[in-house]
């Protein structure tokens, strides 16, 4: 199956042209990752339509779900937070003292533990909970639609074929990769 923008351009298109323009340009991976370019605008897109519409913002959604997948009390300390949304200290500090302000977390100091050291906890508040289970089902829902021309079989292709290259990718950016531009099946085989 060609999968293209929405514009008509097809990735093999694209791959084709580098290739008649730039001959020897590596273009094995154009037909891989500019399809996952396309699908993250679509859904980021969308995802944004989903959000107005729950009256949310991502950043506050990302903060509520955290918090409400953790199991009752639906309490975590900042740093827990950061952790588990993959922001820095300073984002969830902001993103705290947003959600506090419009009633949705309460924040309290946690007694010194180890070391001494102080930290501060983060709960949802009924506000917030009430909140995030609206929104939750209203994201997750469209999501669900967006995907539903994948038989579960194909989904679960899906979700293995993606682990697979988003933890290989990781790695590869970890390491640096630098002037390693060999083709990804001469990679493979290594």
Do not use: C
């Not at 923008?5 to 990752?33: C, D, K, L, M």
């Not at 302000?101 to 508040?125: C, D, F, I, M, Y």
């Amino acid at each position: 199956m060609v999968e293209s923008n929405a514009t008509g351009i097809t990735a093999a298109g694209i791959a084709a042209a580098w290739q008649r323009e730039r001959p020897g340009t590596p273009t094995g991976s154009i037909e891989i990752v500019t399809p996952i370019w396309w699908l993250a605008k679509v859904f980021t897109d969308d995802r944004g339509r989903a959000l107005r519409a729950a009256g949310i913002d991502a950043a506050t959604l990302d903060l509520l779900s955290v918090l409400r997948r953790s199991g009752a009390p639906y309490t975590l300390t900042t740093r827990e937070l950061a952790r588990r949304t993959l922001v820095t200290a300073g984002a969830i500090s902001q993103r705290v003292a947003r959600a506090e302000r419009q009633g949705l977390v309460a924040r309290a100091p946690e007694e010194a533990g180890e070391g001494g050291r102080r930290a501060v906890l983060v709960s949802l508040t009924a506000d917030g909970h009430a909140l995030v289970e609206r929104s939750v089902d209203v994201v997750l829902g469209r999501e669900a639609e967006l995907v539903g021309g994948l038989s579960e079989s194909e989904r679960e292709q899906l979700v293995g074929l993606l682990g697979k290259l988003l933890a290989d990718v990781r790695r590869r950016a970890a390491a640096g990769g630098q002037g390693d531009h060999r083709g990804a099946e001469e990679s493979a085989e290594q």
